[in-house]
C-alpha cells in the first residue's frame, strides 16, 4: 500500500513522538541500544502476536542488556496495512505480522507460505532463508524469519456451514478470505468475500458469507465463531504462523555481535514456536468441537487433490509476480518440480 502525501506527514509526526528516546540519539557506552517493535495484531488477543512477543523477549535477554527491543503497539499505533511501508521508511525499527502482508512490497516474498521444511525457512544460515534475506534486502528489509508450528498446524483452515466430501462441493459458495488463500477460492470456482475479522461473526449469522479460512491456532474461540460456525475441513492449506522483519538501515547500524544475538533469537523462537503452536492449536480445537463444531476428512484421493489446488492456484500467483529466476528458485529451494 503506498502512503498518500498527507499519511506520510502525519507518520512523520507520529514518529517523533515514538521514537522519542529510542532512535535517532546518541547512546553513551554503557547505554542500550532500543528498537522500536510494531505487530500487525495485539499480543493477547492473538495467539499469532505472542509469538512475536517471544521474539523480543529473547532478543532481550540473550543481549544481556546491550539491546532492548521496546513493543509499541499494533493498528492503534500504525494501521495494520500501512505497516510494512512504514517499517521500510524508518518510522519504526522491527515488524511481526503475516508473512503475505509484505506482497505488495516484496511479490513472492512469502514463498514460504508453501514450504515442506518445519521450519518454513529453515533457520538462520540455510539456503532457504538466505534466500528470503535476498529477496527483502532489495527493498530495503532485513528479513528475520517465518515462525509457525508443525507442518499441519499453525495453518490456514477452510470452515463450512454446510458438510461439504471435496472441492466440488464449494462451487459458487461465498467465502470469506485474507490475501493468502483468494487464488485458492478463486480456482475452485468459490466466491471469495473480503471482510475484516470483527465482521465474520455477523456475517456467518447472517449467511453472507457460507465459509471463511483462517488459522484457527490464533484465537478462533477468541472471536467466538465456534457459536456461528459449523464445520472445520481439516486439511490445512498454508504454513501461515508469522514473520518477523526489520528496517535494513536500522539492522546495517548494530555492531555485528548484536546482528548474532538477533539471529539466534531467531532460532531459538522458531524452535520454541513449533511446539507451542501446535499444543495452542490442539486447545483451539477442543473448543470449537465442545461449541458444537464437526471435523470434516476427505478420502485420500480429495485431501491430494485438495493439497494440489491449493499449491499451484499459490504458485500460479507467484509466477505472475516473481522474476523468472526468482520463481524458478523459489521452486528448487523448496523441493517443487
Given amino acids: 500500500m503506498r502512503f498518500s502525501k498527507r499519511s506520510l506527514m502525519l507518520l512523520a509526526a507520529g514518529a517523533v ?47 544481556g542488556g546491550r539491546l532492548v527491543i521496546e513493543f509499541k503497539g499494533a493498528k492503534e499505533v500504525i494501521p495494520t496495512f500501512d505497516q510494512p511501508e512504514a517499517l521500510v521508511r524508518g518510522v519504526f525499527d522491527i515488524w511481526y505480522g503475516a508473512p503475505n502482508y509484505w506482497a505488495g512490497i516484496v511479490p513472492g516474498g512469502y514463498f514460504t507460505e508453501l514450504s515442506p521444511y518445519e521450519i518454513p525457512d529453515n533457520g538462520p544460515g540455510s539456503e532457504v532463508f538466505d ?11 532485513r528479513y528475520l524469519g517465518h515462525f509457525s508450528g508443525e507442518l499441519d498446524t499453525g495453518n490456514h483452515f477452510m470452515y463450512t456451514q ?40 455477523l456475517a456467518l449469522e447472517r449467511g453472507t458469507v457460507e465459509g471463511f479460512t483462517w488459522p484457527y491456532y490464533d484465537g478462533f ?15 490445512p492449506l ?9 528496517n535494513l538501515d536500522k539492522w546495517n547500524s548494530l555492531p555485528e555481535d548484536l546482528q548474532k544475538v538477533m539471529l ?47 499449491d499451484d492456484a499459490l504458485w500460479g ?16 529451494l523448496l523441493g517443487v518440480q
Fill in 17 to 63: 513522538i515514538l521514537l522519542t528516546g529510542v532512535t535517532g540519539q546518541s547512546h553513551a557506552a554503557s547505554d542500550p541500544i532500543k528498537l522500536v517493535m510494531v505487530g500487525a495484531w495485539p499480543p493477547g488477543v492473538s495467539s499469532a502476536a505472542d509469538i512475536g512477543i517471544k521474539y523480543k523477549d529473547t532478543v532481550n535477554e540473550l543481549s
Fill in 131 to 141: 534466500f528470503a534475506v535476498k529477496m527483502f534486502e532489495k527493498h530495503g528489509v
Fill in 162 to 201: 454446510k458438510e461439504i466430501s471435496g472441492i466440488k462441493d464449494l462451487k459458487g459458495m461465498k467465502v470469506r478470505v485474507p490475501p493468502l488463500t483468494r487464488f485458492f477460492v478463486e480456482g475452485i470456482g468459490a466466491e471469495p468475500v473480503t471482510l475484516p475479522p470483527g465482521e465474520i461473526y
Fill in 221 to 235: 474461540t477468541n472471536f467466538g465463531w465456534q457459536e456461528v460456525s459449523k464445520y472445520v475441513v481439516d486439511h
Fill in 238 to 246: 498454508y504454513r501461515d504462523g508469522i514473520s518477523i522483519n526489520m
Fill in 264 to 310: 539466534e533469537a531467531t532460532r531459538k523462537t522458531q524452535a520454541w514456536s513449533v511446539g507451542w503452536v501446535s499444543a495452542f492449536q490442539a486447545t483451539q480445537l477442543a473448543g470449537m468441537q465442545a461449541g458444537g463444531m464437526k471435523v470434516i476428512k476427505f478420502s485420500p484421493e480429495e485431501a491430494k487433490l485438495w493439497q494440489k489446488t491449493a
Fill in 317 to 332: 500467483h507467484f509466477k505472475s509476480v516473481m522474476s523468472a529466476e526468482d520463481y524458478a528458485e523459489a521452486r528448487r
